[in-house]
């Protein structure tokens, strides 16, 4: 049994898009770590980071920040350096993981399919997209949907400026059909969820409002579909290096049965109403035994 001495942290917010959902992660693994018995307390994280830590003395961290600088490696960086045990994936594998075309180029060879990579340019602040089909326009280093744009063949795409200066995007073919996601914990794959919503992808407002979507799990899809959602899942987990917890994306085209991996999360929400606890919950793992068992396995590079 670890020591459960000393206080553990839960990081939450910062100044990114991502803030108010890291919040809200925050707040429910808080309960959940007070439930298990650890004594725990939130920090609202600023860019006086390292001297709020310096003050505060934890003995551990439950890393419960979305987007960047709390899912790229920053932070993961600033613990190692601080010997600080931290929960959910380490440095390089967090930096890979939010890099959506880094993650293709690593998972790739090992069989791993995901939608291509489209050339696109920039004149005078528009988009050209030499690309006749649907497609999705998104940054390449965001989460929880921030920032995607669909555009159908023949529409006109929104001018580069609708982004924040700097940032960096990625284009794709847009994959028609189901979503699915699954949840490994150390190694192993869950399950199968299967998301459904009435917009017309599962953007922000899907993911975060009251009855935006339903989730079935475990998925009904063929049996090879399902197996290869666990395996691709699992594959990704451990070829990147993840720690504790990720969960993977995909879209199945069902029409012509062709499964692509979307992405892969080290730090995926942790409400008790998000995917991760919601499949945990259906292999019997409840709340305050999750984030028990990732605060026992918090560790540094």
């Known amino acids: 049994?670890?020591?459960?001495?000393?206080?553990?942290?839960?990081?939450?917010?910062?100044?990114?898009?991502?803030?108010?959902?890291?919040?809200?992660?925050?707040?429910?693994?808080?309960?959940?770590?007070?439930?298990?018995?650890?004594?725990?307390d939130t920090l609202e994280v600023t860019r006086d980071l390292p001297a709020s830590i310096a003050g505060i003395k934890p003995r551990r961290v439950f890393n419960a920040l979305h987007g960047q600088m709390g899912e790229d490696g920053n932070i993961q960086g600033l613990l190692n350096i601080l010997e600080i045990p931290y929960t959910h994936s380490g440095l390089l594998a967090s930096a890979i993981a939010m890099d959506k075309p880094a993650t293709k180029h690593a998972l790739a060879p090992a069989g791993i399919r995901f939608p291509e990579n489209l050339d696109w340019s920039i004149e005078d602040d528009q988009l050209i997209i030499p690309h006749q089909g649907p497609i999705v326009i998104k940054p390449r280093n965001d989460g929880s949907s921030i920032g995607v744009a669909l555009l159908e063949a023949g529409d006109k795409a929104p001018p580069y400026s609708t982004w924040p200066e700097g940032t960096e995007l990625m284009?794709?073919?847009?994959?028609?059909?189901?979503?699915?996601?699954?949840a490994v914990l150390d190694g192993e794959p869950l399950t199968v969820t299967e998301i459904t919503q009435s917009n017309a992808f599962?953007?922000?407002?899907?993911?975060?409002?009251?009855?935006?979507?339903?989730?079935?799990?475990?998925?009904?899809?063929?049996?090879?579909?399902?197996?290869?959602?666990?395996?691709?899942?699992?594959?990704?987990?451990?070829?990147?290096?993840?720690r504790g917890v990720s969960r993977s994306d995909f879209r199945w085209d069902d029409k012509n049965n062709q499964l692509y991996m979307l992405e892969i999360n080290t730090q995926p929400g942790m409400t008790e109403t998000s995917l991760v606890p919601e499949q945990a919950a259906y292999c019997g793992i409840e709340m305050p035994a999750l984030i028990d068992h990732l605060l026992e396995a918090a560790q540094c590079d």
């Open 1 to 40: 049994m670890t020591d459960r001495s000393g206080l553990t942290l839960i990081l939450m917010g910062g100044w990114t898009a991502e803030a108010e959902v890291s919040r809200n992660s925050a707040r429910a693994c808080l309960d959940a770590a007070k439930a298990a018995g650890w004594t725990a």
């Open 171 to 182: 284009v794709e073919p847009m994959i028609r059909g189901r979503e699915l996601t699954v």
């Open 202 to 242: 599962y953007d922000y407002e899907a993911k975060y409002s009251q009855g935006g979507s339903a989730h079935q799990l475990p998925a009904d899809i063929p049996r090879d579909v399902f197996e290869t959602c666990m395996e691709w899942s699992s594959l990704a987990h451990s070829m990147l290096g993840c």
